[in-house]
């Protein structure tokens, strides 16, 4: 039995690109608001376009959604100053990033950041999760993200995750965001089968890369929400 079986389901809406879009999350019931700081990403958008719209949901909102910026092969340094400089309140390394970024109390990030994963095997699953888990996990926030493999691209591809290694995962591991090919259609099943902490989504509810389709992300939530 999952560690969270009992604990309700958060959802994160990635690759955000736009005030309007972030708030309709918001106000849909989205716990994270993911914001992709990596060049490279169709879904990305540069600090200079992020910083006055966190301002806004901060100004908007009394209680906004936890808000992530997404960041790939950066060193700790830099991460810790872009959540200082955007206000963000945590950081999802989605590349080649070691342990000590996520564990050392030494890091900067230490408390602030968790991992994405992308296993090709329920071996490999375990021993990455084993590796970055953070020590210092606390339930208001992802422990660690599982993505579907893709061999050349760091994420967002629409390729649907292997639920039966993330289902063996989630046994073990608190607080596992569950990524990979989800959608407005395929979440209840995904939740059911998995039992993550909670799911994330980008290409499944977009109109167009960075643009999100907002009948998708209300039908994704609220699918996420009561399985």
């Not at 493999?149 to 569950?178: E, F, K, R, S």
């Not at 090919?181 to 395929?186: C, F, I, K, Q, S």
Request: glycine letters at 8%.
């Amino acid at each position: 039995m999952s560690l969270l079986t009992f604990h309700p389901v958060q959802v994160k809406i990635c690759g955000l690109t736009t005030l309007e879009d972030a708030l309709h999350a918001a106000a849909s019931g989205a716990n994270y608001l993911g914001f992709i700081l990596y060049p490279p990403s169709p879904r990305a958008i540069s600090p200079t376009s992020l910083k006055p719209i966190i301002q806004q949901i901060r100004a908007t909102l009394s209680t906004p959604p936890r808000l992530v910026g997404v960041f790939v092969n950066e060193t700790a340094t830099i991460v810790a100053q872009r959540l200082d400089e955007l206000g963000l309140d945590l950081a999802q390394l989605h590349g080649d990033e070691v342990p000590w970024m996520v564990g050392s109390p030494n890091s900067p990030l230490f408390g602030r950041c968790y991992k994405a994963l992308r296993p090709t095997s329920l071996a490999e699953a375990e021993a990455e999760a084993e590796w970055y888990l953070p020590p210092d996990w606390l339930e208001d926030r992802p422990a660690l993200l599982m993505d579907a493999y893709h061999p050349t691209l760091q994420g967002g591809t629409g390729v649907t995750a292997d639920w039966a290694i993330m289902a063996q995962v989630a046994q073990t591991v608190p607080g596992l965001l569950l990524a990979g090919g989800l959608t407005p259609d395929n979440v209840v099943e995904a939740v059911r089968q998995v039992r993550p902490y909670g799911v994330d989504t980008a290409s499944g509810v977009e109109a167009r890369p960075g643009v999100k389709d907002r009948e998708r992300v209300e039908r994704f939530i609220a699918a996420a929400k009561n399985p």
